[in-house]
């Protein structure tokens, strides 16, 4: 059961005198669950492309792409710009 229909059968049981204890547990797992999974993992910067993989770069600026793909958004540029 999910953290909406376990909402849902809180409401339904406020008017009855209590809820059951079941459904307060499961309810705090789903509403605890859901916050872990909805932390972003930090970032990671990429490694720092070594001079091998910059010369390959610069001879073949075709795979610029690749590059980014491994070493980060923008660094084939800024190496093919000579940043």
Do not use: C, S, W
């Amino acid at each position: 059961m999910d953290a909406f229909a376990l909402d849902q059968a809180e409401e339904a049981f406020r008017g009855r005198g209590g809820i059951p204890r079941d459904v307060l547990d499961r309810r705090k797992a789903a509403h605890e669950a859901i916050g872990k999974t909805a932390v972003a993992p930090a970032p990671t910067t990429p490694a720092a492309p070594p001079d091998k993989a910059i010369k390959f770069l610069k001879a073949n600026p075709n795979k610029r792409d690749e590059f980014d793909a491994k070493y980060g958004e923008g660094a084939a540029m800024r190496i093919l710009r000579g940043e």
